[in-house]
């Protein structure tokens, strides 16, 4: 597998500062210059500190990804919402986990990311999850068809410069129209639930209230950090729960799992320095529930 970048700069710049720049992780890099890969510069071999001038087309070459035997393939459905040479965008429905654990191991999202790759004849058959979503929260989930996509995409990760909104339905009426949940949250070993605490993680979830009826409540919410349940914990909080969180104390009269959808995800392709902004709308369950609250 190969891909190609037009250095665009006005000065030289040496290999590795270049693809910093653009992305790709120490890991990625490393493994190259140790010989895990190939860098090319006007189509010729180069070593890791040559410096590449304007305009100059750099290249890198690096062997396919063999399949991990421990994560089996399953041909269920996929709904993509994107996808090209170096990502999938799936639409995961509520009920799918996103990748194997205990209670499944078959029949997960990854797992049928890969029988996809396989159907395809892929020569990268190692895909990787960039974001995960609970096993009943459905909506867009983000995949790298390979291991530079993966490199390339993981300072946008760490910066949460991958932009994603929810949609929710919650009990009760939130506080204000427009507000941000600033609370740690911490992990407690043993047990499932996250809970708020000084000691926690930073945790900062921003929330627009969308529409309201009796006891209930459509909320927009965004991302500002990438902690486990947050938004179900941070809800829980406000004393706003999820309708249907088993977990975090949600009307369960209503819906056997949580009313979240991931609505909307985007990020800057790497490759193309191109932005991708992708939109999914309420699944019919959730416009349905919504629709039948009194």
């Known amino acids: 597998m190969e891909n190609t970048w037009q250095y665009r700069g006005t000065e030289p710049i040496k290999i590795k500062r270049y693809l910093q720049s653009l992305g790709m992780g120490h890991r990625l890099f490393n493994d190259i210059k140790n010989g895990a890969g190939e860098l090319l510069v006007d189509h010729r071999p180069v070593r890791p500190t040559t410096k590449i001038?304007?305009?100059?087309?750099?290249?890198?070459?690096?062997?396919?990804?063999?399949a991990d035997p421990t994560v089996q393939v399953s041909h269920g459905p996929l709904q993509i919402a994107y996808e090209d040479a170096n990502w999938l965008v799936i639409d995961k429905p509520a009920g799918l986990a996103s990748v194997p654990g205990p209670t499944e191991q078959a029949d997960t999202a990854l797992n049928r990311v890969k029988g996809y790759l396989v159907a395809q004849k892929s020569v990268d058959l190692r895909p990787h999850l960039i974001t995960r979503l609970d096993r009943f929260t459905s909506g867009l989930l983000l995949v790298a068809k390979h291991r530079v996509a993966s490199s390339m995409i993981s300072t946008?990760?760490?910066?949460?410069?991958?932009?994603?909104?929810?949609?929710?339905?919650?009990?009760?009426?939130?506080?204000?129209?427009?507000?941000?949940?600033?609370q740690p949250i911490l992990r407690v070993a043993g047990q499932a639930a996250r809970v708020i605490d000084p000691?926690?993680?930073?945790?900062?979830?921003?929330?627009?209230?969308?529409?309201?009826?009796?006891?209930?409540?459509?909320?927009?919410?965004?991302?500002?950090?990438?902690?486990?349940?947050?938004?179900?914990?941070?809800?829980?909080?406000?004393?706003?729960?999820?309708?249907?969180?088993?977990l975090y104390g949600g009307d369960l009269s209503r819906s056997d799992h949580q009313a979240l959808h991931a609505t909307s995800l985007a990020?800057?392709?790497?490759?193309?320095?191109?932005?991708v902004a992708l939109t999914s709308p309420l699944p019919a369950a959730l416009q349905t529930l919504w629709d039948q609250l009194a």
């Open 53 to 66: 001038l304007p305009n100059q087309p750099l290249t890198i070459k690096v062997a396919p990804e063999m």
């Open 156 to 182: 946008q990760v760490e910066s949460h410069a991958v932009k994603k909104e929810y949609r929710a339905i919650v009990s009760g009426h939130l506080p204000a129209a427009h507000g941000v949940i600033d």
């Open 199 to 246: 000691t926690g993680q930073p945790a900062k979830t921003e929330y627009w209230v969308e529409q309201e009826k009796a006891g209930y409540s459509l909320v927009r919410l965004r991302l500002h950090s990438g902690r486990t349940h947050q938004i179900r914990v941070h809800l829980s909080w406000l004393g706003n729960p999820l309708v249907g969180d088993h």
């Open 267 to 275: 990020f800057t392709d790497p490759f193309t320095q191109a932005p």
